[in-house]
């Protein structure tokens, strides 16, 4: 028999390991990935608790952090390109400047490995006849 | 037009739409046309001022007054201050020359200005100026009435200290600012002490109906008419407070004609004259300002002597003037208060012309001798400036009070209430005798100083100062028609009101406070007539001391002294040692009980400094932990939702 309780410890493992590697992870992805598993914890909280009671409350509340997490997905996500692209690393601790005036950068003492360089991916040939040059300029 | 009220609060409100407008014209393009304001709005309300002077002066009855009580300001306890104002035949007088006479100085002012950077800022403190005097004029209130006063004080530290960046002119603005205030202290203890006597009313009607009905011990009633003398004896730069006044001449000239004349120095007087009822039931009170009067005119006579400064001569002259209109209040205990107030308001009316006139006249002189005054380098001038020395001539034998100008009927009026104070006081006959005696004293000094000054400045060989340079003309006609029309109020105007129709003094009597004051006054009320002895007496006073400036300075040029007289001229000179007495009695033990002060004022610092000390360090403890990474301050979330859970659990759970 499954019961509430058996419900609750699912939530508060998948909590937990959320937790754990959101402080411990530092590249951004794997930290946003951990927030999102905080989040279906306390999710799965939800729906038992929805159950347990009888109503849909708390069904309604869960629909309503997954679309919120939808959106965050998004938008965390556009952000760690543009970081990306600005800092070509997924380190979160590279950026650290929005810290108080006169308190030194933290920085590391294990030096991280070096960023495999990058593969020569293998390209697409272009499919079909090449436009004609004529019929573009139209 | 039928409605005296609505038109007093047009013409209260003009000058304050022109005020707003100058203040919006500076620093935009329109800032060289910031005198068409003040201009319009002050000739309507001036013309609108005439007509409600006629409009009263039509209406039947014994006493006319129109009271308008729109809204209470504030209310507290037994506190309750309404925005009240009445007009009557005393504040349409007065609203009457105030707005007539600065439409003048508003024209004559936009010439004499026309090329000053503040342009816009002058015209906008004008205006103002001009609306706090309608206002305190118009008030029925006391503190309605302080707001105006002090509205007053404002505009006139503002314009005394217009060329601001000079020293000389903002320490004037701060010295005016400060003793008036010594006087205003006084005004307010006095208007606290009639609320508590006039049972508990603001309103100046209800206070001296209150008081009509409910008489108060003398001693008190003297002790708050005394207090409101105090306000009016700063403000109208009276002996001790005067020495403001002569050192407000550092402002541009045509805003001293505007303190002399029509605003500010005439606000203490028509204080006094509003408030005859308090002052009938306090004789001791009166006689103090005949004396304050008194003395304040043969000072400033005396100091006006010897002064070489145009100007300053006329600052001392409005001084010795405004202390003759005291002279006349403070017979109010012994003559009747209306002929009494009468002869005070009369004066000045008439003084308000020829004295804007003669500063009018000496900023023309000025302007045309390159912002030079001394009267030992400029001399002669009546050829050169012919409108000028013939406007001054008329301004100067005004205040000179030769016969038949309207001076001489003023101050003759003056004379004859204090005769008939000397004649007819019960307990003060011989002081008021005195003042009498110091009144004509003053009439033969005024004459002169008044005469001296126009011969060394008109007559005797040409001389210009270098400062002039080749450019050294009659003033523009912009400056010279306000000349000509106030020369010519200064001459006609006490003749075509007062002494063979009467129509000033009828038309003041009207006037419900001075109807109640009059009716509360026990002494005998003796006639009035023309006192031909009197009159006689201070024409050849006056004659005489026209004569002998004549013979002094007809030639002009340089003063040659006979020996006996060095030792006065000196005193004079130095303006008796007044300044420099206050400066020892006064400012020094002031600086001195700074300077000990000082070191007092170190160890509060330090304590307050230490204090702030104390969140410096906080703050310096607590900086590191802001390190800008993010999964520190994940983890410091997480300890301290950690905390607060455990917290929570364990406390409930126990």
Known sequence: MITLWHYLAVAAALFGIGLVGFLTRRNLITMFLCAEMMLQGVAINLVAFARFHGNLSGQVFALFVLAVAACEAGIALALFIMLYRRGKSLDASTWQGLRELGVGPTVDDEALSPAAPEEEMPVLTPAGRKPEEEALRV | MSNPVLMALIILGLPLAAAIAAALMNGTALRKLAHWPLIFGCGTAAVLALMLLSDIGSLPGKSIAYSYTPETWFAAGKLKVNFSITVDPLSCIMLATVTFIATFIAIFSSGYMHDDPGFARYFAVMSLFVFSMCGLVLANNFILLVGFWEGVGVCSYLLVGYYFAKPSAAAAARKAFLVTRLGDTGLLLGIFLLWKLGGWHTDLTAIFEYIHQHPPATGELTTACLLLFCGAVGKSAQFPLYVWLPDAMEGPTPVSALIHAATMVTAGVYLVARCAPLFVLAPDAAVTISWIGGITAILAAFIALAQNDLKRVLAYSTVSQLGYMFMALGTIGAVDPTFAVTAAVFHLFTHAFFKALLFLAAGSVMHAMGNVIDMTRFGGLRKLMPRTHITFLCGAAALAGLPLLSGFWSKDMILESLMLGSQHSAQYASAYYTVLLISLATVAMTAFYTFRAYF????????IPEEAGHHAHESPSVMTIPLIVLAVGAVFVGIAVEPFNHLFSDFLERTPSLALASH?????????????????????????????????????????????????????????????????????????????????????????????YVPQFLGQALRPVQNGLVQFYALSMVLGLAVFVSFVVFRITR
């Open chain 2, 456 to 463: 060394l400045t008109f007559w005797g060989p040409e001389r």
């Open chain 2, 520 to 612: 509360l006054f026990h002494g005998r009320a003796g006639s009035h007539g023309f006192d031909w002895a009197l009159a006689g007496v201070g024409t050849l006073l006056a004659v005489g001391g026209v004569v002998v400036a004549g013979l002094m300075y007809g030639r002009g040029g340089p003063e040659a002294l006979p020996a006996i007289l060095e030792p006065i001229w000196f005193a004079s000179r130095r303006k008796l040692w007044v300044d420099e007495l206050y400066y020892a009695l006064f400012v020094k033990p002031a600086e001195v009980l700074a300077f000990l002060a000082k070191p007092f004022d170190g160890v509060l610092d330090a304590l307050s400094r230490l204090i702030s």
